[in-house]
């Protein structure tokens, strides 16, 4: 097994969007990246959205994170296999973050 550096976009990992309510009147943070999974095992991270308004506060969803989801890039290596170094995203012009990989 080998270790190798792959460039993902940065939403991939952690991206945040600031969404407006329906009455428009109030913004909900919307926020994808890690969560803490298991608090034994430090290094096991489930990656999910949440929302700061109160839909998802008890039901666990709501519609601003289908706007999140529409809205992140979420541009990996896999998109353009021809793809060399870039500082930015293809997709979005976004930062671009170098992760490891198993390969
Ligand atoms: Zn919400
Ligand atoms: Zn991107």
Redesign the pocket.
């Known amino acids: 097994m080998d270790i190798r550096t792959a460039q993902i976009?940065?939403?991939?990992v952690n991206f945040e969007i600031e969404v407006k309510s329906s009455s428009g009147k109030e913004t909900y943070k919307v926020i994808y990246g890690r969560v803490p999974q298991n608090l034994k095992l430090t290094y096991a991270y489930e990656y999910g959205w949440s929302c700061t308004c109160k839909g998802f506060t008890y039901h666990g969803k709501c519609k601003h994170i289908e706007v999140g989801k529409q809205s992140r890039?979420?541009?990996n290596e896999e998109c353009s296999p021809t793809f060399g170094y870039e500082e930015k995203?293809?997709?979005?012009?976004?930062p671009?973050e170098s992760i490891q990989v198993s390969v």
């Open positions: 976009c940065k939403s991939v890039c979420g541009w995203c293809p997709g979005c012009g976004g671009m």
